[in-house]
Antibody, heavy 120, light 111 residues
Framework: QVQLVESGGGLVKPGGSLRLSCAAS????????MNWIRQTPGKGLEWVAY????????YYADSVKGRFTISRDNAKNSLYLQMTSLRAEDTAVYYC?????????????WGQGTLVTVSS | QSALTQPASVSGSPGQSITISCTGT?????????VSWYQQHPGKAPKLMIY???TRPSGISNRFSGSKSVNTASLTISGLQAEDEADYYC???????????FGTGTTVTVL
């Protein structure tokens, strides 16, 4: 079945870096646009980054622009999020999510999420 | 970014119908037919229930329906069931932020 599995979360100090991974299975990964979306108890859901099927088009939320880098390896059916200069406000559960219908802002499925905690 | 406004909680008895509102502006909900709704059970990932305002993905019960009027989108759950107890989030494209924003979330309680 279609599945997304995130990994790489953990505890990191402010200013530190972390790389999240998302392994895709059950569908032709290279055909789909992908996203990272995060969720915090205080701010709710926030779209973070988008990458098209070949990696040629990328968008970021203003809150992470210049600090986060989204990438993909279609040969490995994997999506990545390199996070640098991490701040306390980046603490969240990070989900990878597949575009359901391009251009509609609909996402399905989502992975189970990986928790990133930024704290000294 | 500004979140779309949803009621914090909505409740109903089994078999009843409830409606969750999602209020935005002409720069998001009112300006585009790109409203989606997600269901999230505790400790689980969000699940797409409605996209493009009123379209259900395959496999989603027809008890869930979506609509929009001016700057407010709505999700209606008819024939409420215990399994519908969850958090629900709306989302929409926003021309102000040039990406998609989410609602504040609504907790549905089945009495």
């Amino acid at each position: 079945q279609v599945q997304l599995v995130e990994s790489g979360g953990g505890l990191v100090k402010p200013g530190g870096s972390l790389r999240l991974s998302c392994a895709a299975s059950g569908f032709t990964f290279s055909d789909y646009y992908m996203n990272w979306i995060r969720q915090t108890p205080g701010k709710g859901l926030e779209w973070v980054a988008y990458i098209n099927s070949n990696g040629g088009t990328i968008y970021y939320a203003d809150s992470v622009k210049g600090r986060f880098t989204i990438s993909r390896d279609n040969a490995k059916n994997s999506l990545y999020l390199q996070m640098t200069s991490l701040r306390a406000e980046d603490t969240a559960v990070y989900y990878c999510a597949r575009d359901w219908r391009y251009g509609s802002g609909s996402y399905s499925p989502w992975g189970q999420g990986t928790l990133v905690t930024v704290s000294s | 970014q500004s979140a779309l406004t949803q009621p914090a909680s909505v409740s109903g008895s089994p078999g009843q119908s409830i409606t969750i509102s999602c209020t935005g502006t002409s720069s998001d909900v009112g300006g585009y037919n790109y409203v989606s709704w997600y269901q999230q059970h505790p400790g689980k990932a969000p699940k797409l229930m409605i996209y493009d305002v009123s379209t259900r993905p395959s496999g989603i019960s027809n008890r869930f329906s979506g609509s929009k009027s001016v700057n407010t989108a709505s999700l209606t759950i008819s024939g409420l069931q215990a399994e519908d107890e969850a958090d629900y989030y709306c989302s929409s494209y926003s021309s102000r932020s040039t990406h998609y924003i989410f609602g504040t979330g609504t907790t549905v309680t089945v009495l």
